[in-house]
């Protein structure tokens, strides 16, 4: 190869390039579908961030899809598990923007990632940050900064989540428990729990697939939806498989 066919970043720098940014994806209306309503898009390309756009329903909406997305793959999983609390009235992805002055004095603008609103009343801001960050006295400053910038009444509490929290499996098989319960058979959830209640030598989940006379996606899908309701439990770091060791909630 000769030297003007050698890409000079490659040359030296084996990490991937970085690229200028292109423009953000701005989804059209989709019939049927709330639109998504926060106060910035995050959803421009990058080669590096993980952006996810998804679909959701929440009580507030009557149960209506609506259109969210997570600026990285930890705030889509922290949705996902808010998402599957029994007492969650409403969601919102990037609900509003405060601006706060750093340690330097300088003016900065920070956009708060995740809103939850609960059927009591209760409203908390979800802060997601990785585990690196949340290491630096700085980033904690900041965070002070931020909180005390944030209106009083837009919200009750604010979190701090460690984005490490999450991994790769656990993001995962949130999604996929989200994804089950949309779908409902209460027929056979009912037949299902009951079967591994009674189940004497219950160990694995293959054991409660084998033991319910009804086709093994049927009952995979149902033990999702168990699992995400609290009923049966299962370690979320590894991946939900037939060879998944479970237990009933008593």
């Not at 997570?70 to 009235?89: D, F, Q, R």
């Not at 949340?134 to 837009?154: F, N």
Request: overall charge positive.
């Amino acid at each position: 190869m000769s030297g003007d066919q050698i890409i000079d970043h490659d040359s030296w720098n084996y990490a991937p390039a970085k690229l200028p940014r292109q423009s953000k994806i701005t989804l059209g209306s989709i019939y049927g579908v709330l639109p998504f309503d926060g106060v910035r898009n995050p959803g421009f390309r990058s080669s590096s961030a993980h952006r996810l756009w998804l679909t959701y329903c929440c009580r507030a909406n009557a149960c209506k899809s609506k259109i969210g997305i997570a600026e990285s793959a930890a705030e889509a999983a922290v949705a996902h598990e808010l998402l599957l609390c029994s007492n969650l009235h409403d969601l919102h992805f990037q609900p509003l923007s405060v601006k706060f002055k750093d340690e330097y004095g300088h003016r900065r603008t920070y956009t708060h990632d995740v809103l939850a609103e609960f059927v009591d009343g209760r409203r908390v801001l979800y802060f997601v940050r990785n585990s690196d960050s949340l290491k630096k006295p700085k980033t904690w400053r900041d965070i002070e900064a931020i909180r005390s910038a944030t209106p009083k009444d837009a919200a009750d509490s604010m979190i701090i989540v460690d984005a490490g929290l999450y991994s790769r499996p656990r993001r995962e098989n949130l999604f996929r428990l989200h994804q089950a319960v949309q779908t409902l058979d209460d027929e056979t959830d009912d037949l299902v729990l009951r079967t591994a209640r009674e189940h004497k030598k219950l160990w694995l989940m293959r054991d409660l697939i084998s033991s319910v006379e009804l086709p093994q996606c049927l009952v995979f899908q149902s033990c999702l939806r168990l699992i995400a309701r609290g009923h049966l439990l299962t370690n979320l770091d590894h991946v939900i498989a037939e060879w998944s060791r479970i237990d009933v909630v008593a």
